[in-house]
């Protein structure tokens, strides 16, 4: 199970860099200071997010193991 997660939080934060993590650095390097705000809004987000979805699956799978563990 824990290969799972570290998998999942390995493909999930490369995918947070290509995307949204490659848009800011290239806005920076354009010097595009309100595509740059705007964009470290949404990499704020996505990572909020994901610590969000870990969170929930973590809570389901602790979840998962107390009722088998009852059962």
Do not use: C, P
Request: proline share 0%; net charge positive; glycine share 2%.
């Amino acid at each position: 199970m824990q290969l799972d997660i570290e998998s999942w939080a390995l493909t999930r934060a490369h995918n947070i860099v290509l995307n949204e993590g490659l848009s800011l650095a290239k806005a920076a390097q354009d010097l595009d200071r309100k595509r740059s705000r705007s964009l470290v809004y949404e990499l704020r987000k996505v990572i909020a997010a994901a610590i969000l979805e870990a969170h929930a699956a973590s809570a389901k799978s602790e979840n998962t193991h107390f009722m088998a563990r009852e059962g």
